[in-house]
């Protein structure tokens, strides 16, 4: 393997584990101490291919509440 060709391997390790570690640190796009009574949840896909999206959302911390999204709304009391 040439020298050019051991550069660019190592050049491209270096980047993917950078990549990684700041990825891994990377603050929640909104803070759950901004509303106590819901956590936010986050989903961040990247295609690679410079598609992808960031979506996030707010589940309620109480079990009874986070039940109740579950029950269809024309459901007869």
Request: hydrophobic share 40%.
């Amino acid at each position: 393997m040439s020298l050019f060709a051991s550069i660019l391997v190592l050049g491209i390790v270096v980047m993917t584990v950078v990549v990684a570690v700041v990825s891994q640190r990377r603050r929640p796009l909104e803070e759950d101490d901004t509303d106590p009574d819901y956590h936010t949840l986050r989903s961040d896909y990247q295609s690679g291919m410079g598609g992808g999206s960031v979506r996030t959302w707010k589940v309620p911390k109480d079990p009874q509440e986070y039940a109740r999204f579950f029950v269809p709304k024309n459901k007869l009391k």
